[in-house]
């Protein structure tokens, strides 16, 4: 069934898509899994509970035809745009959802927002971006297509992420939604998918991946389907 | 555990939100726009409760765009007014389900 929350999501994207955006972003975080339903159709796979955070990543260089006001775009919708923290990170929220535009962050990194000017805002760079992206699926979603991140780096990311968070809640989150992909990835045979994305890891990411599998019931068995 | 520490999570979300939504509502310009009709020509008004009073103030001919403005307005701050009902509503739910802290 879909809830009011869900609803909202549709129409954002909607909207996006009428704005000619959404085939630059990428779906990212927990709202992945509503799209990977599809992907893990005929698969017993329940992506649980939502938050009220929607990520959007935003491969750059972005390269539109036109500038396109996103604060134009989201206020019909009843989002209000927040500026939050002292580095002024821009986020559109509403009583439903609360959205955030991400970037790939290369390099030695900053804690600045980055300039999406073509978008009118700026965006989070946060680190492992660029490895979502370069395994990226459209999947049907709320009668559109999105673009995701294949489940097999979605799941090894937030195996990693999950050992760098700081609140306990969202650790678990975190191996709570990659336990869920892994199971659905292995079930429906595509280890070596998961070989591969692991495969493409630096060393030092695939070191956090093992630490992080220790901790998830069944982890060290899933592992050894796929990192050795 | 999860589940409480992920509810006092949303229950801190909904508080800034409200806080958010209130301080656009306060920023969107003030009134509704009323159209009148008199001989055959339409003249706007900016309908406003002052001291419990609806007054109307004269504004004229006006051009589409700034009509379109006021209507928009109006549009906002009716979602808003939705929103921050609704928020008022998940801040309970959550004050009960994480015994008001």
Redesign the interface.
């Known amino acids: 069934m879909v809830n009011e929350q869900q609803r909202l999501v549709y129409r954002l994207f909607r909207s996006l898509e009428g704005a000619g955006v959404l085939d630059h972003v990428v779906l990212i975080g927990s709202w992945c899994l509503l799209a990977y339903k599809h992907y893990f159709a005929g698969i017993p796979f329940e992506p649980g509970i939502r938050t009220r955070d929607i990520d959007l990543l935003v491969p750059t260089p972005l390269r539109l035809k036109q500038p396109i006001d996103i604060e134009q775009v989201l206020g019909p919708l009843g989002f209000v745009l927040r500026r939050g923290g002292e580095k002024g990170y821009m986020q559109f929220v509403h009583a439903e959802l609360m959205l955030e535009f991400i970037v790939p962050e290369r390099g030695r990194g900053s804690e600045k927002p980055y300039d999406l000017r073509a978008l009118g805002i700026n965006a989070q760079p946060l680190r492992f971006m660029d490895f979502l992206c370069k395994d990226v699926l459209r999947l049907p979603f709320g009668g559109l297509e999105v673009s995701v991140p294949h489940p097999a780096r979605f799941a090894l990311l937030k195996l990693i992420v999950s050992g760098r968070r700081q609140k306990p809640v969202k650790r678990e989150n975190d191996l709570r939604q990659a336990g869920l992909v892994i199971r659905a990835l292995v079930a429906s045979g595509q280890q070596k998918t998961l070989r591969e994305a692991f495969a493409a890891m630096p060393k030092k990411w695939q070191g956090d991946v093992r630490r992080a599998l220790i901790a998830l019931p069944d982890g060290e068995t899933w592992g050894k389907g796929f990192m050795e | 555990m ?2 409480k ?2 509810l ?3 229950l801190a ?2 508080r ?2 409200k806080a ?2 209130e ?2 509502l306060r920023k969107l310009p003030p009134g509704a726009l009323v159209r009148k009709k008199v001989g055959g020509r339409v003249y706007c008004y900016l309908a406003e409760r002052k001291a419990g009073k609806v007054a109307f103030a004269y504004l004229g001919k006006l051009p589409a765009a700034e009509i379109r403005r006021y209507e ?1 307005a109006k ?2 701050r009716a ?2 007014r939705r ?2 009902r ?2 008022k509503g ?1 801040i309970r739910y959550l004050e009960k389900a994480t015994r008001g802290e």
């Open positions: 999860f589940l520490d992920m006092k999570e949303e979300n909904s800034r939100i958010d939504v301080d656009a928009e549009q906002r979602d808003y929103q921050i609704d928020l998940q």
